[in-house]
């Protein structure tokens, strides 16, 4: 059954430094997401996008954050410069929409911890 | 603002009982509604979805939607420790393509 991937399942960085989240989804999803959870809160959704650009986002998505699909397979995020703040377990997710199906799967998700 | 309301728990059910979760959401526009389980430190399971008013079914799990009232709810037959995990509900709107994720439920089976 296709699945969401994730890479790497836990990036460990300092503050300051850049990270780059991977993602692989659905080969035929056409909706992209990330979320956020920072521990023991709630899922906070971050961006979606849709044929190659961003079709909204949240107020924590800001200028330090951006995302790309450089291929026709990857999915980025991108945080320029973390913050200690930005730790968190970081889900990407995908849907293909459609008559009766708006199902969304997520990932197994990225451990940022920035020291 | 689109807002997903979820009793945050901790809800308890001895093991072979009905687990009754609810949702209500303020958006009457909103379409589409999921219901993912999220073990501690994994990531969240889609195991519902409900577009239509009613009931649905899908083995020990039924998603009840009411429309009118703005609410939806799952149920969990025949409780398992196994169950014991958050449950979050999930809403997508008629317009825009974010989905509005409740806090989550916590639920423990006790054996």
């Known amino acids: 059954e296709p699945e969401v991937t994730q890479t790497p399942s836990h990036q460990v960085t300092q503050m300051g430094q850049e990270v780059i989240l991977r993602c692989v989804p659905i080969?035929?999803?056409?909706?992209f997401y990330w979320y956020r959870q920072i521990l023991g809160q709630k899922v906070e959704f971050l961006v979606s996008f849709y044929n190659n650009e961003i079709s909204e986002k949240s107020e924590i998505f800001d200028d330090q954050f951006s995302v790309e699909r450089p291929d026709g397979s990857n999915f980025t995020l991108k945080i320029r410069s973390t913050k200690l703040e930005d730790s968190a377990m970081y889900f990407c997710?995908?849907?293909?929409?459609?008559?009766?199906?708006?199902?969304?799967?997520f990932g197994p998700g990225t451990r940022l911890t920035v020291t | 603002q689109k807002e997903v309301e979820q009793n945050s728990g901790p809800l308890s059910v001895p093991e072979g009982a009905i687990a009754s979760l609810n949702c209500t959401y303020s958006?009457?526009?909103?379409?589409?509604f999921f219901w993912y389980r999220q073990y501690s430190g994994k990531s969240p399971e889609l195991i519902m979805f409900?577009?239509?008013?009613g009931d649905k079914e899908d083995g020990r799990f039924t998603a009840q939607l009411n429309k009118a009232s703005q609410y939806v709810s799952l149920l969990i037959r025949d409780s398992q420790p196994s169950d014991s995990a958050t449950y979050l509900c999930a809403v997508l709107p008629n317009t825009g393509n974010q989905f509005y994720f409740g806090t989550g439920t916590s639920l423990t089976v006790i054996p």
């Open positions: 409900i577009y239509s008013n």
């Open positions: 958006d009457r526009g909103s379409q589409s």
């Open positions: 997710a995908s849907r293909f929409p459609g008559q009766g199906g708006n199902e969304q799967y």
């Open positions: 080969s035929n999803h056409l909706y």
